[in-house]
């Protein structure tokens, strides 16, 4: 007599979302290294730092702009609540199928970007569009994030609560933390993207380390699973 094998479970198939999530997390520093020092010192992943620097424009600081920021925030903003509005639609249906969706939609965006950045390297519109595209693209990928609930990996771009649970819950603080690899990690994966999408912005044109963002972020949307 023989046991019949369980079917597979088709969200298992494909990277596990950790992995998937410390990646994006150095995409995000990756783009935010191009949109700060290519696009004017704006940030289009981190708005924590957008928000400090709206303040800064908005009391005349040199380097900085209101339009540039406002334009930033809105677009992310924007891309959230899209991507708020899909999710509460379609998430129910599989896990794994709106995560590689909406990672394919970031590429796209990114890509996008990259072509423009590529076609029109100059100019105002130029700006703004990389601006839009790239915000609103991280803040649709953060509503996806948040809604995948992934303990210490949700949020792909900002560390300040990565950093203090790392440290606060580590055996120095309280001794609580389960996941510290998790921060740690995220940690250095958003040094590594910062550093690269500087070396890339510095040294290539700004479509470039774009480019690279979208085929990352295309790989993932290929290649997620639904499983933790």
Do not use: Q
């Not at 509460?88 to 794994?96: D, E, H, L, N, T």
């Amino acid at each position: 007599m023989t046991t019949a094998t369980p079917p597979r479970d088709p969200e298992a198939r494909g990277v596990r979302l950790v992995v998937v999530l410390l990646t994006l997390t150095m995409v995000s520093g990756l783009i935010d290294a191009v949109s700060f020092l290519g696009l004017g010192h704006v940030f289009t992943a981190n708005m924590t730092g957008n928000v400090v620097i709206l303040g800064f424009a908005a009391a005349g600081t040199p380097g900085f702009s209101v339009p540039h920021t406002a334009t930033s925030l809105a677009c992310f903003l924007l891309g959230a609540l899209v991507g708020g509005r899909v999710s509460a639609r379609f998430w129910g249906r599989s896990r794994r199928t709106w995560t590689r969706v909406t990672l394919a939609v970031e590429a796209v965006l990114v890509a996008t970007a990259a072509a423009v950045a590529l076609d029109r390297p100059d100019g105002t519109a130029t700006t703004y569009t990389l601006i839009a595209l790239t915000a609103f693209a991280m803040g649709l990928r953060n509503a996806n994030v948040r809604k995948l609930g992934v303990p210490d990996l949700t949020a792909t771009t900002v560390l300040t609560t990565t950093l203090t649970g790392l440290v606060a819950e580590s055996r120095f603080g309280d001794g609580t933390a389960r996941h510290s690899p998790r921060r740690a990690a995220a940690v250095v994966a958003m040094l590594a993207g910062a550093a690269l999408g500087a070396w890339l912005a510095l040294h290539h044109d700004l479509g470039i380390p774009l480019l690279v963002a979208a085929a990352v972020s295309g790989v993932l949307a290929v290649a997620a699973s639904g499983r933790e």
